[in-house]
Protein backbone atom coordinates (compact mmCIF):
# COMPACT_ATOMS: atom_id res chain seq x y z
CA UNK A 1 0.00 0.00 0.00
CA UNK A 2 1.70 2.99 -1.43
CA UNK A 3 0.92 5.91 -3.36
CA UNK A 4 3.08 6.43 -6.06
CA UNK A 5 4.28 10.12 -6.75
CA UNK A 6 3.68 11.40 -10.50
CA UNK A 7 7.12 12.25 -11.67
CA UNK A 8 7.78 15.61 -12.71
CA UNK A 9 5.58 17.48 -16.20
CA UNK A 10 3.58 13.76 -15.81
CA UNK A 11 -0.17 13.81 -15.34
CA UNK A 12 -1.91 10.84 -13.78
CA UNK A 13 -4.19 8.95 -15.70
CA UNK A 14 -7.97 10.07 -16.10
CA UNK A 15 -10.33 8.28 -15.13
CA UNK A 16 -13.62 10.49 -15.08
CA UNK A 17 -14.33 13.56 -16.58
CA UNK A 18 -14.28 15.18 -13.67
CA UNK A 19 -11.60 13.78 -11.63
CA UNK A 20 -9.40 15.89 -8.62
CA UNK A 21 -5.93 16.94 -9.78
CA UNK A 22 -3.43 14.70 -7.89
CA UNK A 23 0.14 14.49 -7.81
CA UNK A 24 0.24 10.50 -7.23
CA UNK A 25 -1.52 7.77 -8.85
CA UNK A 26 -3.01 4.25 -7.20
CA UNK A 27 -3.12 0.74 -8.39
CA UNK A 28 -6.64 -0.82 -9.50
CA UNK A 29 -6.39 -2.89 -6.45
CA UNK A 30 -6.10 0.14 -3.78
CA UNK A 31 -8.69 2.19 -5.74
CA UNK A 32 -11.25 -0.66 -5.00
CA UNK A 33 -10.63 -1.26 -1.77
CA UNK A 34 -11.46 0.83 1.11
CA UNK A 35 -9.54 3.61 2.49
CA UNK A 36 -7.01 2.72 4.85
CA UNK A 37 -6.49 3.30 8.28
CA UNK A 38 -5.44 6.02 9.54
CA UNK A 39 -1.70 5.78 10.69
CA UNK A 40 -0.10 9.19 10.99
CA UNK A 41 -1.72 12.84 12.03
CA UNK A 42 0.14 15.77 10.24
CA UNK A 43 -0.94 19.14 12.09
CA UNK A 44 -0.23 22.64 11.13
CA UNK A 45 0.85 24.79 13.73
CA UNK A 46 0.08 28.31 13.76
CA UNK A 47 -3.85 28.63 14.76
CA UNK A 48 -4.25 24.86 14.52
CA UNK A 49 -2.02 23.38 17.68
CA UNK A 50 -0.89 27.50 18.96
CA UNK A 51 -1.48 30.73 18.40
CA UNK A 52 0.08 34.12 19.24
CA UNK A 53 -0.57 36.26 21.96
CA UNK A 54 -3.29 38.52 21.62
CA UNK A 55 -2.43 41.69 19.31
CA UNK A 56 -2.72 44.50 22.40
CA UNK A 57 -0.70 41.93 24.57
CA UNK A 58 2.03 41.83 22.31
CA UNK A 59 2.07 45.40 21.74
CA UNK A 60 2.02 46.45 24.94
CA UNK A 61 5.11 43.77 25.24
CA UNK A 62 7.12 45.74 22.44
CA UNK A 63 6.34 48.94 24.04
CA UNK A 64 7.89 47.81 27.43
CA UNK A 65 10.93 46.46 24.87
CA UNK A 66 11.69 49.83 23.70
CA UNK A 67 10.97 51.71 27.12
CA UNK A 68 7.62 53.04 26.55
CA UNK A 69 5.97 51.20 29.33
CA UNK A 70 2.28 52.24 29.76
CA UNK A 71 2.00 53.55 26.21
CA UNK A 72 -0.98 51.37 25.14
CA UNK A 73 -2.48 50.94 29.30
CA UNK A 74 -5.23 52.75 27.45
CA UNK A 75 -7.39 50.47 25.63
CA UNK A 76 -8.56 52.50 22.82
CA UNK A 77 -5.46 53.84 21.96
CA UNK A 78 -4.31 49.38 21.86
CA UNK A 79 -7.38 49.25 19.74
CA UNK A 80 -6.00 52.26 17.23
CA UNK A 81 -2.43 50.48 16.48
CA UNK A 82 -4.45 47.30 16.44
CA UNK A 83 -6.12 48.73 13.71
CA UNK A 84 -3.62 50.52 12.14
CA UNK A 85 -1.81 47.29 11.67
CA UNK A 86 -4.67 45.50 9.62
CA UNK A 87 -4.27 48.68 7.19
CA UNK A 88 -1.02 48.38 6.82
CA UNK A 89 -1.32 45.05 5.99
CA UNK A 90 -3.03 45.71 3.04
CA UNK A 91 -0.82 48.38 1.42
CA UNK A 92 0.61 46.55 -1.81
CA UNK A 93 4.05 46.93 -1.11
CA UNK A 94 3.53 45.28 2.24
CA UNK A 95 1.42 42.64 0.68
CA UNK A 96 4.03 42.51 -2.09
CA UNK A 97 6.50 41.77 0.48
CA UNK A 98 4.80 38.78 2.04
CA UNK A 99 5.14 36.54 -1.15
CA UNK A 100 7.22 33.61 -0.18
CA UNK A 101 8.08 35.16 3.38
CA UNK A 102 8.08 31.51 5.13
CA UNK A 103 10.87 30.38 2.55
CA UNK A 104 13.49 31.59 4.56
CA UNK A 105 13.85 33.52 8.02
CA UNK A 106 15.78 36.11 5.97
CA UNK A 107 12.62 36.73 3.67
CA UNK A 108 10.59 36.40 6.61
CA UNK A 109 12.58 39.05 8.54
CA UNK A 110 12.32 41.20 5.74
CA UNK A 111 8.49 40.72 5.13
CA UNK A 112 7.51 41.60 8.66
CA UNK A 113 9.78 44.87 8.73
CA UNK A 114 7.95 45.75 6.10
CA UNK A 115 4.97 45.49 7.59
CA UNK A 116 5.67 47.31 11.00
CA UNK A 117 7.41 49.93 8.98
CA UNK A 118 3.99 51.18 7.72
CA UNK A 119 2.59 51.46 11.24
CA UNK A 120 3.48 54.40 12.92
CA UNK A 121 3.81 53.37 16.39
CA UNK A 122 6.25 50.44 15.50
CA UNK A 123 8.04 52.51 12.74
CA UNK A 124 11.82 53.22 14.06
CA UNK A 125 11.04 49.71 16.32
CA UNK A 126 10.93 46.77 13.61
CA UNK A 127 13.53 44.72 14.85
CA UNK A 128 12.13 44.74 18.39
CA UNK A 129 8.64 44.11 17.45
CA UNK A 130 10.27 41.60 15.15
CA UNK A 131 11.83 39.92 18.24
CA UNK A 132 9.26 39.78 20.31
CA UNK A 133 6.99 38.15 17.35
CA UNK A 134 9.29 35.14 17.58
CA UNK A 135 9.60 35.05 21.03
CA UNK A 136 8.01 31.69 22.75
CA UNK A 137 6.60 33.46 25.25
CA UNK A 138 4.04 35.08 22.91
CA UNK A 139 3.25 31.35 21.66
CA UNK A 140 1.11 29.43 23.51
CA UNK A 141 -0.73 25.91 22.35
CA UNK A 142 -4.72 25.78 22.83
CA UNK A 143 -6.31 24.06 25.85
CA UNK A 144 -7.04 20.87 24.07
CA UNK A 145 -3.33 20.56 22.33
CA UNK A 146 -1.83 18.59 24.91
CA UNK A 147 -4.85 16.41 25.54
CA UNK A 148 -5.23 15.29 21.50
CA UNK A 149 -1.31 14.83 21.05
CA UNK A 150 -1.02 12.55 24.29
CA UNK A 151 -4.53 10.83 23.29
CA UNK A 152 -2.83 10.34 19.54
CA UNK A 153 0.32 8.44 21.53
CA UNK A 154 -1.68 6.28 23.49
CA UNK A 155 -3.31 4.98 20.02
CA UNK A 156 0.06 4.54 18.63
CA UNK A 157 -0.39 7.26 16.08
CA UNK A 158 2.51 8.81 14.88
CA UNK A 159 2.36 12.57 14.73
CA UNK A 160 4.01 15.44 12.82
CA UNK A 161 3.78 18.71 12.40
CA UNK A 162 3.72 20.79 8.87
CA UNK A 163 4.14 24.56 9.16
CA UNK A 164 4.74 27.60 7.27
CA UNK A 165 7.08 29.29 9.14
CA UNK A 166 10.80 31.44 9.18
CA UNK A 167 11.81 30.19 12.75
CA UNK A 168 12.39 26.75 14.85
CA UNK A 169 8.98 26.61 16.31
CA UNK A 170 10.32 23.37 18.51
CA UNK A 171 11.40 25.42 21.34
CA UNK A 172 7.76 26.63 21.38
CA UNK A 173 6.18 22.94 22.03
CA UNK A 174 9.20 21.76 24.29
CA UNK A 175 8.67 25.42 26.14
CA UNK A 176 5.00 23.57 27.38
CA UNK A 177 6.37 19.50 27.53
CA UNK A 178 5.00 18.66 24.18
CA UNK A 179 7.65 18.06 22.20
CA UNK A 180 8.11 14.53 23.02
CA UNK A 181 4.80 14.14 21.35
CA UNK A 182 5.86 15.50 17.88
CA UNK A 183 7.67 13.28 15.75
CA UNK A 184 8.61 14.57 12.99
CA UNK A 185 8.84 18.46 11.33
CA UNK A 186 8.15 19.55 8.45
CA UNK A 187 9.10 23.55 8.34
CA UNK A 188 9.09 25.69 5.37
CA UNK A 189 11.68 27.72 5.77
CA UNK A 190 14.19 24.47 6.21
CA UNK A 191 12.79 22.83 3.12
CA UNK A 192 12.88 25.93 1.25
CA UNK A 193 9.10 25.28 -0.23
CA UNK A 194 5.37 26.25 1.20
CA UNK A 195 2.22 24.44 1.53
CA UNK A 196 0.20 23.56 -0.58
CA UNK A 197 3.28 22.13 -1.98
CA UNK A 198 2.51 18.24 -2.23
CA UNK A 199 6.37 17.70 -1.37
CA UNK A 200 5.91 19.15 2.20
CA UNK A 201 4.05 16.76 2.80
CA UNK A 202 5.50 14.02 1.40
CA UNK A 203 8.47 14.69 3.42
CA UNK A 204 6.28 14.76 6.92
CA UNK A 205 5.03 11.26 5.96
CA UNK A 206 8.68 9.84 4.66
CA UNK A 207 9.88 10.75 8.21
CA UNK A 208 7.50 9.46 9.79
CA UNK A 209 7.20 5.96 7.98
CA UNK A 210 3.73 6.94 7.04
CA UNK A 211 1.93 6.22 3.54
CA UNK A 212 0.79 9.69 2.54
CA UNK A 213 -3.22 7.63 1.96
CA UNK A 214 -2.73 6.20 5.52
CA UNK A 215 -2.39 10.08 6.87
CA UNK A 216 -4.98 12.77 8.13
CA UNK A 217 -4.13 16.49 7.81
CA UNK A 218 -5.50 18.75 10.22
CA UNK A 219 -5.42 22.74 9.64
CA UNK A 220 -7.36 25.69 9.51
CA UNK A 221 -6.47 27.38 6.12
CA UNK A 222 -8.09 25.13 3.32
CA UNK A 223 -6.01 26.43 0.50
CA UNK A 224 -2.64 25.43 1.67
CA UNK A 225 -3.30 22.77 4.06
CA UNK A 226 -6.01 21.37 1.93
CA UNK A 227 -3.94 20.93 -0.59
CA UNK A 228 -2.40 17.92 1.25
CA UNK A 229 -5.07 15.85 -0.58
CA UNK A 230 -3.79 16.51 -3.82
CA UNK A 231 -0.33 14.64 -2.49
CA UNK A 232 -3.21 11.73 -1.76
CA UNK A 233 -3.58 12.65 2.67
CA UNK A 234 -6.99 13.10 3.94
CA UNK A 235 -7.80 16.40 5.34
CA UNK A 236 -9.63 18.20 8.03
CA UNK A 237 -10.09 21.83 8.10
CA UNK A 238 -10.81 23.42 10.94
CA UNK A 239 -12.83 26.71 11.14
CA UNK A 240 -10.98 29.82 10.35
CA UNK A 241 -11.82 31.48 13.98
CA UNK A 242 -10.33 32.92 16.60
CA UNK A 243 -10.87 30.73 19.69
CA UNK A 244 -9.84 31.40 23.67
CA UNK A 245 -10.70 27.77 24.40
CA UNK A 246 -10.46 24.48 23.09
CA UNK A 247 -9.59 24.79 19.18
CA UNK A 248 -12.24 21.79 18.23
CA UNK A 249 -9.37 19.17 18.03
CA UNK A 250 -11.23 16.21 19.65
CA UNK A 251 -12.82 14.94 16.28
CA UNK A 252 -9.41 14.08 14.84
CA UNK A 253 -9.49 11.49 17.32
CA UNK A 254 -13.02 10.28 15.96
CA UNK A 255 -11.35 10.01 12.77
CA UNK A 256 -8.65 8.40 13.64
CA UNK A 257 -10.95 5.42 15.63
CA UNK A 258 -9.78 3.57 18.50
CA UNK A 259 -6.26 1.92 18.97
Known sequence: MSAEPVPAGARPPTHT?????????????????????????LFDFVNTLFQMIEAPDWLRLVAAD?????????????????????????????????????RSMTAHRDAMLAWF???????????????RMIDAGSWRPYPDTAPVLRALRERGIRVGVVSDIAWDIRVFAGRHGLDGLIDAWALSFEAGR?????????????????????????GDNPARD????????????????HRTGDRGLGPVLDLVGPR
Open 17 to 41: LFDSATTYRITPAESAAPPPPVQAV
Open 66 to 102: TGRSGALDDPARAAAVVADLATAYQRPDVLAAQVGRD
Open 117 to 131: AAVPFLHGHEAAAHA
Open 194 to 218: EKPDPELFRKACADLGADPRATLMV
Open 226 to 241: GGAAAAGLRCYILPAE
